[in-house]
């Protein structure tokens, strides 16, 4: 079984009520080889939301409690984030998922790369909040 983030799948779960459909990650799912994961929403947000960042650190960071995921209009989220992480990693654990493909750059998906805090667009290097829940416990990330 293969985490993957439901956006890409097709469902309509991102911040902004859309969804980023990804024909491999459709096939997994036709296949019943993938376990679709919304971590915002698990976390307890709406869709449609408003645009969130992780401010001052990485996904890391915030696990670790040295930085802040916040809502444009700067409403902290943090707590959100990070049960919807937790909740991911839990079903991950449960099915004996070793592999994750989630949505790039996304504050709770992002491997690699996500958008630094600002709300400007800019990317820097580091993890969402979920991937590094899962990456910390041995589950192989990847985006898309």
Do not use: W
Not at 7 to 14: D, E, I, N
Not at 21 to 44: D, W
Not at 47 to 71: C, F, M, W, Y
Not at 125 to 131: L, T
């Amino acid at each position: 079984m293969i985490v993957v983030s439901a956006c890409l799948a097709g469902v309509h779960c991102r911040y902004d009520g859309g969804a980023k459909p990804n024909e491999e990650i459709m096939a997994l799912v036709e296949k019943g080889e993938a376990l679709l994961v919304c971590p915002e929403q698990m976390g307890g947000l709406m869709t449609p939301r408003l645009p969130s960042e992780i401010q001052n650190g990485t996904g890391e960071d915030v696990l670790e409690g040295k930085a802040h995921v916040v809502a444009k209009d700067g409403r902290d989220v943090t707590a959100q984030f990070v049960l919807g992480a937790e909740k991911v990693a839990n079903l991950a654990f449960a099915c004996g998922a070793k592999r994750a493909i989630l949505k790039a750059k996304s504050p709770s998906c992002g491997c690699g790369l996500v958008y630094d805090g600002t709300f400007s667009g800019t990317l820097r290097e580091g993890n969402g909040v979920a991937a590094a829940l899962l990456l910390q416990n041995g589950v192989e990330v990847e985006t898309r």
